[in-house]
């Protein structure tokens, strides 16, 4: 594994999980930016754990933009947990609320689609970083931004061993003045 | 910090370290054991896991 400031380099065996991440990644990067953040960038880089879920940030985006998303999700064989048509999906996401895919007929893993209208969810759509897997790309956020969210924001026992695995593998190559930003962003 | 959550953190260092200090292949081939059985053996309905996400399907 590389981890530079330009990206992340992986040669990993895929999982299910990577999978799914990689395949529902490729169909939004057709239509918008998007990032992975919280617990699968942990995963993808080694973590010893499992998720059900992935999340995903998208700009906030019109209701015309929102509706090829979901039509060309729909095509390639994913549904919708949680809402029952682009409209409602919509109505959720401009609400603040998450929306759910998943592959037909399964129910996990699925990806938890937000909007980022938020300063905190703005800045990771910007400073997302792509992780290059074996011949495939997918983009996560920004290391330090997720150490620093992970241990001030969220705090829970996993999110706080999430950072932990974050910060370990970084090891001497962690930017302690980016980090020290984040975390001013964040109070 | 509690035994129990002092005890995993040493685990997430023991893993980092093995992680930092062996080819991706070797390391990911384990972390997907756990991964793809986990994914595999997983029996919820949609309603059962927006439940236990405390969310509410919009049907």
Same mark, same amino acid.
């Given at each position: 594994m590389?981890?530079?400031?330009?990206g992340?380099r992986?040669d990993?065996?895929?999982s299910?999980?990577?999978?799914f991440?990689?395949d529902? !990644?490729? #169909?939004i990067a =057709?239509h918008a930016?998007?990032?992975? &953040?919280?617990?699968?960038?942990? %995963?993808?880089l080694?973590?010893?754990?499992v998720?059900?879920?992935i999340?995903?940030?998208?700009?906030?985006?019109d209701?015309?933009?929102?509706?090829?998303?979901y039509s060309?999700?729909?095509?390639?064989g994913?549904y919708?947990l949680n809402?029952?048509?682009?409209?409602?999906?919509y109505d959720?996401?401009? !609400?603040? #609320?998450?929306? =759910?895919?998943?592959?037909?007929?399964i &129910?996990?893993?699925n990806?938890? %689609?937000l909007?980022?209208?938020?300063k905190?969810?703005?800045l990771?759509?910007?400073t997302?970083?792509?992780?290059?897997?074996?011949?495939?790309?997918?983009?996560?956020?920004d290391?330090?931004?997720?150490?620093a969210y992970?241990?001030?924001?969220?705090?829970?026992?996993?999110?706080?061993e999430d950072?932990?695995h974050?910060?370990?593998?970084?090891?001497?190559?962690?930017?302690?003045l980016?980090?020290n930003?984040?975390?001013?962003?964040?109070? | 910090?509690?035994s129990?959550?002092k005890q995993?953190?040493?685990?997430?260092?023991?893993w980092?370290d093995?992680?930092?200090t062996?080819?991706?292949?070797?390391?990911s081939a384990?972390?997907n054991?756990?991964?793809?059985?986990?994914l595999?053996?997983?029996a919820?309905?949609?309603e059962?896991?927006?439940?236990m996400?405390?969310?509410?399907?919009?049907f």
């Amino acid at each position: 594994m590389e981890i530079t400031p330009k990206g992340i380099r992986l040669d990993r065996e895929l999982s299910d999980l990577d999978k799914f991440a990689i395949d529902f !990644s490729r #169909i939004i990067a =057709r239509h918008a930016r998007y990032v992975i &953040v919280s617990g699968y960038v942990s %995963i993808l880089l080694g973590r010893a754990r499992v998720s059900e879920d992935i999340d995903m940030l998208l700009p906030e985006m019109d209701m015309t933009k929102w509706k090829k998303i979901y039509s060309s999700l729909t095509k390639s064989g994913y549904y919708c947990l949680n809402a029952q048509d682009a409209g409602a999906a919509y109505d959720y996401l401009r !609400s603040g #609320i998450a929306v =759910r895919f998943a592959p037909d007929g399964i &129910v996990i893993p699925n990806m938890e %689609i937000l909007f980022a209208p938020d300063k905190v969810q703005k800045l990771a759509l910007a400073t997302r970083i792509p992780a290059f897997v074996g011949k495939e790309k997918i983009f996560v956020s920004d290391l330090e931004l997720q150490i620093a969210y992970k241990e001030r924001v969220l705090k829970s026992p996993k999110d706080m061993e999430d950072a932990r695995h974050l910060r370990l593998l970084l090891g001497n190559g962690i930017n302690k003045l980016k980090l020290n930003k984040y975390e001013r962003a964040l109070k | 910090m509690n035994s129990n959550r002092k005890q995993r953190m040493d685990f997430v260092g023991y893993w980092a370290d093995y992680v930092r200090t062996h080819a991706d292949k070797d390391w990911s081939a384990q972390q997907n054991i756990i991964i793809n059985s986990c994914l595999r053996n997983a029996a919820l309905t949609k309603e059962q896991f927006l439940e236990m996400k405390h969310e509410k399907s919009r049907f």
